[in-house]
């Protein structure tokens, strides 16, 4: 029997020690908004925040947990960095199929949690962890500059060369 403190209410779940967050937080509590990816921690569709740092909930067995608090995309939108993310996600129309988003916004919102004001490169390495099969990263770099600035980003699109079909 553990218990978990998941988006700030304590939560008994009887389960083996083994067994990912992921499919706790799932399986056996109903939040089904943090999705399983490749189950090997590469995809970032299973990102939670464990104590405000992004994890990969796919490979972290709930034995290691212990006191931290556990906070997924249903609560994130709670959070200063996670309600501005979730904002400016909007606003950008980041989304294409959606399967990678909530991975996507926590390990967003953890960004903008620690550094309000994130440069190219604070972005890349805080998001190469979150595979976006749509290609939706110019859009997502957009919504975190967008979201620490209060300023729409102009999006830069790729128009044909002259003459293609």
Known sequence: MFVLRINGEKRSVNVPGDMPLLWVLRDVVGLTGTKFGCGVAQCGACTVHLDGQPVR????????????????IE????????????????????????YCQSGQIMSAAALLARAPNPTDADIDAAMSGNICRCGTYIRIRAAIKQAATGRAEILQTIAPAAGAP
Request: proline share 2%.
């Open 57 to 72: 909930s796919c490979v972290l067995p709930v034995s290691a947990i212990g006191e931290k608090a556990i906070t997924t």
């Open 75 to 98: 609560a994130v939108g709670q959070t200063a960095s996670g309600q501005k993310i979730q904002q400016a996600w909007l606003a950008v129309d980041v989304v294409q199929c959606g």
